[in-house]
């Protein structure tokens, strides 16, 4: 790879890459992305491999692994392009069919297709697939047609042009302009808008600035950050370079989780391409600016995802955030002024400067523009990346996109914004999702998790995991968020394991107060929302946990009971062979003996729920 | 670990204050924990004391001042495992292995992690195996998965034998 030395070079390069692309070729690929590595695709993408090699000999068609497609729930996913045929839940075993029918005789394969869960037609296309259809893809959506590792496949679907656009005909201060007019606001949790902060940074007194990628994605249940690295890389690299030439940044992080070893890799992959290309390092494109990004690795604590903490542990410390009178775009890393945007906001940079801010300020509702990824992941029919625009509604995204809830249960809450979230009840289904109205419920965005959670949830339970995680995540620096949490997790271990009284529940609302009150970063300052909101919620279910001992949702170990139904048991025997505590005895029927009913001794049980489990017959009842 | 292969790692990483969490990271990478020895060479080669040393491989999760199992198993406690019941699978791992987590087994054959979310959730309950991700586990499958790995140190001697 030659560097390009201007616009006009890349524009060339840009063009042999398209005349060499035959659109009319078939490519298959296949989801490379995390969710569908756990379901097995790269059996399937050495299966594609012997079969085409020893087939075709290769010929002429195309096997690409892509990043995340979203679907996880349906993976490992294929889709055949040009006919964009999307086969789903793809076993090595299938890859000859699909090869010697689809392939080469042009026959879709029925059986791989998308059901319908409702009318159960067979659908062909990725497009037409409910979980697909209410989405607007802006920014994850290149994902399913690039291999992140190859920054031609970036640049065939016009990556970079927005970087061309910045540098070659658009002033610093007026890209600060477009983001400000666009109200791109921070998709990391926060929300403050960027461009002010573009706009502070590029004020600031210094010479040397800093742009800063946050990539240590901590909130539990939220991936669209590690999946938008590992599947798109150069877009976020493109959002960082246009904001460092509207800051007059020279130098930029990427903070990659020490969790998310692909990301790492794309990332760098990415960065040493871009390098190659000319699209970093000295006089970018012929155009006077330098720029260079270097990746710094996460530790694995998830108060490094604070920003005032993620500067302090690229400077080589331990990640504790300080009191922030002094804003990073003043004082940041190295006591530089630094602009920190997360991985999804510099993601959108690309698309607003290439698209204008009128084009992206139609999508989105009033104080929140564009689009937002959700990872709809928990008690929800169809799990996966989903890219809505904003001010869609709850409803919408579980039931249309997430297609409802498993099993037939019943919905209960959806939690977003992660730790420092809140659980959402069925009563605010139809509460337009964005930046404000998740804060005014007591809720907030954060970095984009939506867990979904049925009847069998325990909202107690949910609390106390929360405060569990926060006591443990807690830096230790403030002592309200250290002993708070702490305590608040005490409490809810005493009501779970049955020696709640109903004065906790006052006492919960006043730790949680001081906690938000005295802490210095956002940890502590969001900490109570999970105790709070259920609170607020789901008062009723903390109170049947106090006063009749009682979990309505069958979680709370301590206070259940197992209990083998005479009637139903066939005395398999299978309950006993799998209790790891021996607590059930009986004696197995067989053809030529009779059986002893089993029952378990509750002394001895441990409610580790395995009989529950294993038993076929529905004949464990659980109280 | 050779001084020279720390070394060599101090050198990829540039002799200087701020590169030290990357330093730490490819030693615990490689040796699989952070060993005194290692500790007090990389202090004295970078001037750093020992006291910040300690202070950023206690504070953060990714060291570990023990030595490893062969085979690292981390359970995923993040929000979407939580509600699918992690802890059971937890607790059935807990009880197969005898150990909890941050504890190595006697044989040094395993290492139990919880880990707060691998990004994997919508296969959850998930559980890494040296990086190879298991999806949907329940406790039912516990031993089974646990024994690839138990099984697979037998396969390598006889493939070598």
Redesign the interface.
């Known amino acids: 790879m030659q560097k390009l030395s201007s616009p006009q070079e890349l524009e060339k390069y840009r063009q042999d890459i398209l005349s060499q692309k035959n659109p009319h070729q078939t490519i298959i690929t296949v989801c490379g992305g ?2 569908c ?3 097995g695709c790269h059996a399937v993408v050495d299966a594609f491999k012997k079969v085409l090699e020893e087939t075709v000999k290769g010929n002429g068609i195309g096997l690409r692994v892509t990043g995340c497609h979203g679907f ?2 349906r ?1 490992p996913l294929v889709v055949i392009h040009p006919k964009e045929i999307f086969y789903q839940r793809v076993k090595p075993e299938d890859v000859p069919f699909i090869l010697s029918e689809t392939i080469l005789k042009g026959k879709v394969l029925e059986n791989l297709l998308y059901e319908h869960p409702t009318t159960g037609e067979r659908i062909l296309a990725e497009k037409d697939v409910p979980f697909y259809k209410k989405q607007m893809r802006i920014i994850f959506g290149n994902n399913g047609f690039i291999d992140p590792t190859k920054i031609e496949d970036y640049l065939a679907v016009g990556g970079y042009q927005a970087l061309v656009k910045a540098l070659f005909s658009m002033k610093p201060e007026e890209i600060i302009q477009e983001v400000k007019k666009a109200n791109l606001r921070g998709r990391g949790g926060g929300g403050f808008p960027a461009g002010l902060k573009w706009e502070s940074c590029r004020k600031a007194h210094g010479d040397i600035k800093y742009v800063i990628c946050n990539a240590d ?7 669209m950050d ?1 999946s938008l690295l590992e599947g798109n890389p150069h877009s976020v690299l493109e959002g960082m370079i246009i904001g460092a030439f509207a800051i007059g940044a020279k130098e930029g992080y990427v903070y990659v989780r ?4 692909l990301a790492l890799t794309n990332i760098t992959i990415a960065i040493e391409q871009a390098r190659e290309l000319g699209f970093l390092g000295k006089n970018i494109l012929n155009s006077g600016f330098n720029f260079d990004v270097f990746i ?7 108060v ?1 995802g604070e920003s005032s903490a993620l500067v302090a ?7 504790e955030p300080r009191a922030k009178h002094i804003h990073l775009v003043e004082s940041g890393l190295w006591n530089r002024p630094t602009t920190l945007n997360n991985v999804e906001t510099w993601a959108n940079v690309p698309v607003i400067i290439l698209k204008g801010a009128d084009w992206y300020t139609q999508i989105g509702t009033e104080g929140s523009k564009g689009t937002k990824i959700f ?1 709809l ?3 929800v029919n169809n ?3 989903v890219e809505v625009p904003m001010g869609i509604t709850l409803r919408e995204i579980v039931y249309e996109i997430g297609g409802g809830i498993p099993d037939g249960k019943k919905f209960k809450a959806v ?1 977003t914004g ?1 730790p420092s979230g809140g659980c959402i009840p069925e009563s605010l289904l139809d509460l337009p999702v964005d930046f404000d109205r998740l804060t005014e419920v007591g809720s907030m965005m954060g970095s984009g ?1 939506m ?1 979904v ?1 049925d009847e069998s ?1 325990c909202m107690v339970d ?1 609390a106390k ?2 405060m569990n ?1 926060l006591k443990d ?1 807690s ?1 230790g620096k403030c002592t309200s968020c250290r002993e708070g949490t702490k305590r608040m997790h005490e409490i809810l271990t005493e009501i779970t394991e049955g020696r709640g009284k109903l004065d906790y529940l006052d006492l919960l609302e006043e730790l949680g107060w001081v906690t938000a009150e005295a802490s210095l970063c956002q940890l502590g300052g969001t900490a109570p929302n999970p105790v709070l909101s259920t609170l607020h919620y789901f008062r009723e279910e903390y109170e049947e946990h106090i006063l009749n001992k009682r979990c309505p949702a069958k979680v709370c170990r301590a206070l259940l009971t197992y209990r083998i139904l005479t009637e139903t048991c066939t005395m398999c025997g299978r309950c006993a062979k ?1 209790c ?1 505590a021996n607590a059930i005895t009986g004696k197995r029927k067989t053809k030529k003996e009779e059986g002893i009913p089993f029952k378990i001794d509750e002394e001895k049980c441990i409610k ?3 009989c529950f ?2 038993c076929k017959f529905n004949a464990i009842e659980v109280q | 670990m050779t001084h020279s292969e720390i070394d060599t790692i101090i050198k990829d990483h540039g002799k200087k204050e701020s590169a030290i969490l990357a330093i730490l990271q490819d030693i615990q990478s490689r040796e699989k924990y952070l060993s005194k020895e290692s500790l007090e060479y990389v202090g004295g080669k970078l001037h750093i004391p020992l006291t910040k040393l300690y202070r950023i491989a206690t504070f953060f999760r990714a060291f570990s001042l023990m030595p490893r199992g062969r085979h690292e198993v981390c359970v995923c406690m993040g929000t979407a495992c939580h509600v699918r019941g992690a802890q059971r699978v937890l607790d059935q791992i807990q009880l197969e292995l005898g150990i909890r987590p941050g504890e190595t087994t006697k044989d040094l054959n395993f290492t139990l992690e919880t880990v707060n979310c691998l990004g994997v959730c919508a296969a959850g309950p998930v559980v890494a195996i040296n990086g190879q991700y298991f999806g949907k586990m329940s406790p039912s499958k516990v031993e089974g998965t646990l024994k690839k790995f138990s099984e697979d140190k037998k396969g390598d001697k006889d493939a070598k034998a």
């Open positions: 995390t969710g590595h756990a379901a996880c729930e993976g994605e901590g909130d539990p249940g939220a991936y590690r020490h969790e998310y070893p710094s690795r996460g530790g694995g604590a998830f490094g542990s690229i400077a080589g410390d331990v990640a990872s992941v928990g008690k799990t996966g990346l939690q992660g998790g867990i959670m949830t949910v995991y929360f995680f995540e830096c799998v790891p580790c729920g395995m489990e294993n």
